[in-house]
């Protein structure tokens, strides 16, 4: 945590953090995400000095890059005709017995094991042109913006035109999550935060109208609907 009078110096970068699987090359991953290879390979904190030291599992930041919008939903099975009942012959002046009906499983919901980073109601929700959710924080500038779950800060910076002050945390089952808007930033980049730890303070930096925390869960370098994931 920062200590009072303490100057952070947080680069200006936009992008998105990608986990090298095996057989990416930075051509390819410049390529499919529209960024230049040089980009790539001179962002320091990369630690890059030539596009074949990628390996598997390493987590690269992408500056510039952009997800590509989530694949579409399957469509729906065709409905098959349901065959007519076939009902049995019941004997003379007996009641038919009355089965009660089977119940029906509840529905089930992603499990991920993420909390929410701050307790409030959703005020947008996820769509293909917000890939996140924005929480309310009217009346409560300030307040703690806590991980989602355990990992290492790889991305702690400043965007004027888009999250303002965020953080990126990359999480050890390779998804990752980003916290945008922040008032302050109290973790720095590679350091290791436990779920619940205080990462800053909810604000309303960068292209906000109002105090909130924009929220987003990354799967494989793709955004997903952070209420999927969340308990």
């Given at each position: ?14 992008g998105?953090v990608?986990?090298?699987t ?51 939903p ?28 089977d ?7 992603a499990?991920s ?18 890939h996140?959710?924005d ?18 800060v790889?991305l ?13 945390i990359?999480?050890?089952?390779g ?7 922040l008032?302050?930033?109290w ?9 619940g ?35």
């Amino acid at each position: 945590m920062l200590l009072v009078g303490e100057k952070l110096l947080i680069p200006s970068v936009n992008g998105l953090v990608y986990t090298v699987t095996l057989g990416d090359t930075l051509s390819d991953l410049a390529a499919f995400y529209q960024v230049d290879v040089q980009s790539i390979t001179s962002f320091a904190p990369n630690k890059l000095s030539s596009p074949d030291d990628v390996i598997e599992g390493m987590v690269l930041v992408l500056p510039g890059a952009v997800p590509p919008p989530p694949p579409p939903p399957p469509p729906p099975p065709a409905a098959v005709p349901a065959a007519p009942p076939v009902v049995a012959p019941q004997p003379a002046y007996q009641p038919a017995a009355v089965s009660e009906p089977d119940p029906q499983p509840a529905l089930a919901r992603a499990s991920s094991g993420y909390i929410w980073p701050f307790y409030s109601s959703i005020s947008q929700y996820f769509s293909s042109y917000h890939h996140g959710i924005d929480i309310d924080g009217f009346g409560r500038y300030g307040a703690t913006i806590s991980a989602a779950a355990s990992g290492t800060v790889v991305l702690a910076a400043y965007q004027d035109y888009g999250y303002g002050n965020y953080v990126i945390i990359q999480h050890a089952d390779g998804s990752s999550t980003l916290y945008g808007h922040l008032s302050e930033i109290w973790v720095s980049q590679g350091q290791y935060v436990s779920q619940g730890q205080g990462i800053g303070a909810l604000g309303s930096t960068g292209y906000s109208t109002g105090p909130h925390l924009h929220f987003e869960v990354h799967i494989g370098g793709v955004a997903v609907d952070p209420l999927a994931y969340l308990p």
